[in-house]
């Protein structure tokens, strides 16, 4: 996946950043896009079997003097292609993870192909408001990386953590 990434350091110097939002279906892209942007776009279009739907978000929002384009990527693991295509260009990326509930594989494998690919990537910590949400769990099974707890219930953790997230960024410029 992404493999036509470059990294993108023009793109944010123009005060422009393209970060795509990736994670299995039902993670909570949309809502988060949502919680973000109140004027974002949800986009769903039926598959050409009928048997699902292939859903695309996308949100725009300043933060810290950047222009943010947030681009949400169907969960559903045969949509590879449509992954791509969105990611072309990409400055960084959001992984999206549900806690109140065990990492499935396509989370996990979505999970080392962006890691693999070396973007800078933030993974969000989702549902937290849910009694039985463990981010403890998910953080012992990732590892290294740059995590945020949140919930999309409550609008500021999203978009607190987004800022922090493009605060890393700007600072790597
Ligand atoms: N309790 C709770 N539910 C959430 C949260 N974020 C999303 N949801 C719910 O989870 C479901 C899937 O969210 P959605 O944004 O459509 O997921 P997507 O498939 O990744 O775009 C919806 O019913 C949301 O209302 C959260 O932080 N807490
Ligand atoms: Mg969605």
Not at 6 to 31: E, H
């Amino acid at each position: 996946m992404i493999k036509e990434h470059t990294a993108n350091s023009s793109t944010m110097a123009a005060g422009k950043l393209k970060i795509v939002v990736f994670g299995a279906y039902n993670a909570g892209k949309s809502s988060f896009i949502q919680a973000v942007d109140p004027s974002s776009k949800h986009i769903e279009a039926p598959a050409e079997d009928g048997t699902t739907t292939v859903a695309m978000d996308f949100g725009r929002i300043t933060v810290r003097n950047m222009q943010v384009f947030l681009f949400g990527t169907p969960g559903q693991e045969r949509f590879e292609f449509v992954r791509q295509i969105i990611s072309r260009g990409m400055d960084a990326a959001i992984m999206i993870i549900d806690c109140s509930c065990e990492m499935d594989e396509f989370t996990r494998h979505l999970y080392q192909q962006l890691t693999e690919e070396g973007i800078p990537l933030a993974v969000m910590l989702n549902k937290c408001d849910l009694v039985e949400s463990c981010p403890a769990m998910i953080r012992r099974q990732l590892g290294d990386v740059l995590m945020f707890e949140i919930t999309t219930v409550d609008k500021d953790s999203a978009g607190k953590a987004l800022d922090a997230f493009v605060g890393t960024l700007v600072t790597d410029l």
